[in-house]
């Protein structure tokens, strides 16, 4: 149980393009979801939570003009990345808890690959 | 400020045993984490320690110890499908989870 998903795996799209990213928890009810950017080599470093029905939270230094994140359900959030730069190419990882107490552990979609040419 | 400190690397050989250290300064403390990413995939959860001591899973263990700010990743009979990061995470007052930068763990043969 406890699987999330997250469509497309990987996307090659032109400068001042934008890009949309889904997360999907597939067999559970997902109170927070979470978005995460990672770099070569680097940690997760993370964007944003998001609660079903609510505006996002967004990190330090995160633009929310740029990352727009809509959790409309239970089950999905959507990223989209606005007007991408090939400094936006990353590995963009999505999680989602069934809670956020101390033992709700974060389950981890399989990302999404974002080049920018 | 918050910190989470795990070495950037180690190697082991496989059929071995190897220990990957946490140590942590958080506001507040709601439980650890740790999680496995092998390269280019996500984190896959491995294990959840609230209570100080040692929780057993197969293979591996965890431990905690809170007065100390402190936790390890037990790996025993190493194989090469071990070869990953392996992430320590911890909860704060907030419920927010602080990451760790991640050990890489290589594995010979």
């Known amino acids: 149980g406890a699987v999330v998903s997250q469509h497309p795996s990987w996307v090659i799209c032109k400068s001042g393009t934008s890009v949309k990213i889904e997360c999907r928890s597939l067999?559970?009810?997902?109170?927070?979801m979470f978005w995460y950017r990672q770099f070569p080599k680097q940690s997760l470093m993370l964007m944003a939570t998001s609660n079903e029905g609510s505006k996002a939270t967004y990190e330090q230094g995160v633009e929310k003009d740029k990352f727009l994140i809509n959790h409309a359900s239970l089950t999905l959030s959507t990223l989209t990345v606005t007007s991408a730069h090939p400094e936006d190419s990353s590995f963009y990882i999505c999680?989602?808890?069934?809670?956020?107490?101390?033992?709700?552990?974060?389950?981890f979609g399989p990302g999404t690959r974002l080049t920018v040419t | 400020g918050q910190n989470i400190d795990q070495p950037t690397e180690m190697t082991a050989t496989e059929g071995a045993i190897v220990q990957i250290n946490c140590t942590y300064q958080?506001?507040?403390?709601?439980?650890l984490f740790w999680y496995q990413q092998h390269a280019g995939e996500a984190p896959t959860f491995l294990s959840y320690n609230v209570l100080d001591g040692l929780e057993e899973k197969g293979r591996f263990s965890s431990f905690l110890s809170r007065s100390k700010g402190y936790s390890y990743l037990l790996l025993k009979e190493l194989q090469m499908k071990d070869s990953a990061s392996y992430l320590c995470a911890v909860k704060d007052s907030n419920y927010q989870l602080i990451w760790g930068a991640g050990t890489k763990l290589i594995i010979k043969p």
């Open positions: 958080t506001s507040g403390f709601n439980g």
């Open positions: 067999d559970f009810q997902a109170t927070t």
């Open positions: 999680s989602a808890s069934s809670g956020t107490g101390g033992s709700y552990e974060q389950y």
